[in-house]
């Protein structure tokens, strides 16, 4: 008898433990996308880092009836997203005219320009002035901002607006005028067809180049701060792991966990005394970076 009251207690227990216990669906997750080297990976990163989560990840370049969260990797996917769509997670290199729903948000790959000052001021310390290439249909009031901020630091940001016929000119003479040159991630600005001609221009009145990408440091830019891959992937997972218990994405943000590239050839040619990457970073990593503007 008293085996039996025991046994019925603990039976109670259990139905009461189930009934307050969360409940966690199945969550289909999208990368909208074609299949790519890049999207496999995060794909496989997502995979093997949802584990205790009833996650399923796909990859199509239509959205699925079935999508619980979509993933949109470039801004020329956007333009495939339907007007009414499921939570989306934008993961670009940088803010964009993207007009996000309610339920949408974003994570930004690049450093802020705030940040890539702060990186001019570890490797270039006496920086007074800096120049910065912009395209025709740039935010003024986000440069206005960055200018502001800039001041604060005591250094003054000069633009140029961008003429891709007088570019090795431009070039030239913003250099001339400033200490160093901080690049942006506008492919309209910095490619293929123009770095050979910008860095010349640049060098030729012995300045250099910070930014945008690692890409552009192996080819002839001092430095620059970025964001490794699988740094991005890892903040992608946070933010869907954040979606699974609240049912909601996180706000905007900027992935913090930035790392140094450097081109130590350059510095050595135009005799600059630049600090090792590792030092760079543990510098950096000492003072919080500013993710905006």
């Known amino acids: 008898m008293q085996t039996y009251k025991i046994l019925k207690m603990l039976l ?105 000052l702060a990186l001019i001021r570890a490797v270039l310390p006496a920086t007074n002035r800096v120049g910065m290439l912009v395209s025709n249909g740039e935010d003024a009031s986000w440069l206005r901002v960055f200018k502001q901020y800039a001041a604060e630091q005591s250094i003054e940001v000069r633009f140029q607006t961008i003429d891709k016929t007088r570019i090795a000119r431009q070039v030239s003479e913003l250099a001339a005028s400033t200490d160093v040159l901080l690049a942006q991630p506008d492919t309209d600005i910095y490619n293929r067809e123009t770095i050979r001609f910008i860095l010349l221009a640049a060098y030729r009145q012995n300045k250099v180049l910070i930014g945008p990408s690692p890409a552009f440091v192996n080819a002839g830019a001092l430095a620059t701060l970025y964001a490794p891959s699988h740094v991005v992937a890892e903040e992608v997972a946070q933010k869907i792991q954040y979606f699974i218990k609240n049912n909601k994405l996180p706000p905007a943000s900027r992935v913090k966990n930035l790392s140094v590239s450097l081109n130590a050839q350059v510095a050595k040619s135009l005799g600059l005394a630049v600090p090792a990457m590792n030092e760079l970073e543990r510098l950096l990593r000492l003072e919080e970076l500013p993710t905006w503007p």
Do not use: G
Request: overall charge negative.
């Open 12 to 116: 109670r227990i259990i139905c009461c433990y189930l009934w307050i216990m969360p409940v966690y669906a199945e969550v289909n997750v999208q990368l909208l996308t074609p299949p790519t080297a890049e999207s496999a990976q995060l794909s496989t990163f997502l995979s093997k880092n949802l584990p205790d989560s009833d996650v399923v990840i796909t990859t199509h370049e239509k959205v699925s009836e079935k999508t619980d969260i979509l993933i949109v990797m470039s801004n020329d996917m956007v333009k495939s997203l339907p007007a009414n769509h499921p939570p989306t997670l934008f993961v670009l290199a940088q803010p964009s005219t993207i007009e996000m729903q309610k339920q949408d948000s974003a994570l930004y790959w690049s450093p802020s320009l705030s940040a890539q």
